[in-house]
């Protein structure tokens, strides 16, 4: 039992790159997030999922797309990378009660 | 979701019970409270949550007031590894979760 798993772990993008941070989780949970946490930061919600194939935004969406095609699977996506999103991405999922459990995260740096 | 309000940071010794305020004075009665903590650079943990009776698990015991504005997460044995920003959090159901500042706990030899 894997629990939620992040990938990938590290990255080093250029200004204008796009990429794919992938978020998997095993729970068959309904509910999945992603939020970002700058640093000294507390965590920002950016989209969340109640379900397979619904998105929604969160506080700080901009810049971001998000698919749930797969129950299991929560993509975040970055169409043009700016050094503003240089952050620490947190994927979570829960069964919709305030108890998640969280990924350990992907650094993402924009150069 | 209620604001809650928690000090910036605490120390506490080794060994010696660890007690953690939040302030929700404006919580609503179907709110819970839930705590979290995040080790450096990693996710945050889920610890335990209430509605108005006290809790206590294998991590933890929440106290939370008869009037419900405020609480106290309670390590009972501190140890080294317990060093982590801790999160008070008022959630109604279905609603998302939302992180403030958090306190930062240093537990110290």
């Known amino acids: 039992n894997a629990g939620v798993t992040q990938t990938p772990k590290f990255r080093v993008l250029k200004t204008g790159q796009s990429m794919t941070l992938l978020c998997a989780q095993d729970?068959?949970?309904?509910?999945m997030y992603w939020y970002r946490q700058d640093p000294g930061m507390g965590l920002r919600l950016i989209h969340y999922s109640v379900g397979e194939g619904t998105t929604a935004k969160g506080e700080v969406p901009d810049g971001y797309n998000v698919s749930r095609l797969k129950k299991q699977n929560f993509l975040l996506g970055l169409e043009s990378a700016a050094p503003s999103q240089t952050s620490v991405y947190f994927c979570?999922?829960?069964?919709?009660?305030?108890?998640?459990?969280f990924g350990q995260g992907t650094r993402l740096t924009v150069v | 979701d209620a604001k809650t309000t928690q000090p910036t940071s605490m120390d506490c010794a080794e060994g010696r019970a660890a007690n953690l305020p939040c302030n929700h004075s404006t919580i609503s009665g179907n709110e819970y409270v839930y705590w979290y903590r995040q080790i450096h650079s990693q996710g945050p943990q889920y610890i335990i949550h209430?509605?108005?009776n006290n809790e206590t698990n294998e991590m933890a015991s929440l106290i939370i007031t008869e009037d419900r504005k405020s609480s106290t997460l309670i390590l009972p044995h501190a140890t080294l590894r317990d060093t982590a920003v801790y999160y008070c959090?008022?959630?109604?159901?279905?609603?998302?979760?939302?992180f403030g500042g958090g306190t930062r706990l240093m537990v110290k030899p």
């Open positions: 959090i008022a959630l109604n159901a279905g609603n998302m979760l939302t």
């Open positions: 729970m068959n949970h309904e509910y």
């Open positions: 209430g509605l108005k």
């Open positions: 979570a999922s829960s069964r919709g009660t305030g108890e998640a459990f």
